[in-house]
């Protein structure tokens, strides 16, 4: 079965500061794609940060990179010198290859940023 | 500003109504998406329009009826709901699922806050 797991519920992180959510995924297919999305409570999923898995570099966008071991199949998002603003749910999330295309969720961080 | 539009931002509605959700994008995606979000939980897939055509329903009541009138418009047709259907219901699009388009990321809209009474 191709599953999406995050095992934090909560986080929490002072302002400036770095911190990392966990996630970790299972799939039997080589070829499948990796994302973060940011959920703030105005609720627009927005993406963050995305990962192909043949590509070994681990992806970086700004503040935001992703550290993704595919032999341990983990895929954690690091948050550096955080932000208030980055107070939001956080979902990891990976069409993980196969016929059916889906986008399948973890089951979310609710991050806090401590001013 | 976000690229998928979703209209109405907030819907109260009885039982016995009909409402319909609707949900618009300008990017040339050929796939788009309706889910179901409850409150601190993951998005729940309820539908998948490829190429306009109908390609995934994931076993929903039919008082939800999907509608897909052109490429950049999605319909989400609502009748006889229950009180267990409040929640946000969230339309998404991305490339089509030829070669290349499962590594694209699925585009969002701001959702539509259902409240059934």
């Known amino acids: 079965a191709q599953t999406v797991t995050q095992s934090q519920p909560e986080m929490s992180v002072q302002e400036a500061e770095t911190v990392t959510l966990s996630c970790t995924y299972d799939?039997?297919?080589?070829?499948?794609?990796l994302f973060w999305y940011k959920q703030p409570p105005s609720r627009q999923m927005i993406l963050v940060i995305r990962?192909?898995?043949?590509?070994?570099q681990n992806a970086t966008e700004n503040r935001f990179s992703v550290n993704f071991q595919k032999a341990a199949k983990s895929f954690s998002l690091k948050i550096s010198d955080s932000q208030l603003g980055d107070a939001a749910m956080y979902f990891c999330?990976?069409?993980?290859?196969?016929?059916?295309?889906?986008?399948?969720f973890g089951t979310g961080t609710l991050l806090a940023v401590q001013p | 500003d976000t690229e998928v539009t979703q209209t109405p931002k907030h819907l109260v509605m009885g039982m016995t109504n009909k409402k319909s959700l609707k949900c618009e994008q300008h990017m040339g995606h050929r796939a788009m998406y309706w889910y179901k979000q409850k409150a601190k939980k993951p998005p729940e897939l309820m539908f998948v329009?490829?190429?306009?055509?109908?390609?995934i329903n994931e076993s929903v009541p039919s008082r939800f009826s999907p509608e897909c009138p052109n490429s950049s418009l999605l319909n989400l047709h609502l009748h006889a709901l229950q009180p267990e259907d409040s929640a946000l219901y969230l339309c998404?699009?991305?490339?089509?699922?030829?070669?290349?388009?499962?590594?694209?990321?699925?585009?969002f809209g701001d959702g539509t806050r259902l409240s059934i009474l």
């Open positions: 998404a699009s991305s490339q089509g699922f030829a070669v290349g388009g499962a590594r694209q990321p699925q585009h």
């Open positions: 329009y490829s190429y306009e055509k109908l390609s």
């Open positions: 999330a990976g069409r993980l290859g196969g016929a059916t295309n889906k986008l399948i």
């Open positions: 799939t039997s297919e080589s070829d499948y794609y």
């Open positions: 990962q192909e898995a043949y590509k070994q």
